[in-house]
């Protein structure tokens, strides 16, 4: 498994600037995904669909604000620092930039 951490990344959308935390873990052989971004409440978020190819973690999340609407993601990992993107409908492409392992 890739990318087992915790994570920050930066984000700058025009709805939201600042920096997100992201934790993958083992959650009994598959992968596990929690995303905290400090002074907004996240609505649950389920992420499915993972291919792991390379260093690199592709999947697709759902959540509960926006019903029957898919989120690609995209992260790519190197040694301690991973840089990804996401597709969020009615905001288009969310670059996640400068991210770095916080924590194992």
């Known amino acids: 498994m890739i990318g087992i951490g915790t994570w920050m990344c930066h984000v700058d959308t025009m709805l939201f600037r600042g920096d997100?935390?992201?934790?993958?873990?083992d959650n009994g052989g598959k992968y596990g995904f929690?995303?905290?971004?400090?002074?907004?409440d996240i609505p649950d978020i389920d992420?499915?669909?993972?291919?792991?190819?390379?260093?690199t973690l592709s999947a697709t999340a759902t959540t509960s604000m926006l019903p029957g609407k898919e989120i690609p993601i995209s992260?790519?990992?190197?040694?301690?620092?991973?840089?990804?993107?996401?597709?969020?409908?009615?905001?288009?492409?969310v670059k996640l930039k400068n991210g770095r392992k916080i924590a194992d």
Do not use: C, R, Y
């Open 20 to 25: 997100a935390k992201i934790k993958i873990f």
């Open 34 to 40: 929690e995303l905290d971004v400090k002074d907004l």
């Open 47 to 55: 992420v499915k669909d993972i291919v792991e190819e390379g260093n």
């Open 75 to 93: 992260l790519t990992f190197d040694g301690d620092t991973v840089e990804g993107s996401l597709k969020v409908p009615f905001v288009g492409k």
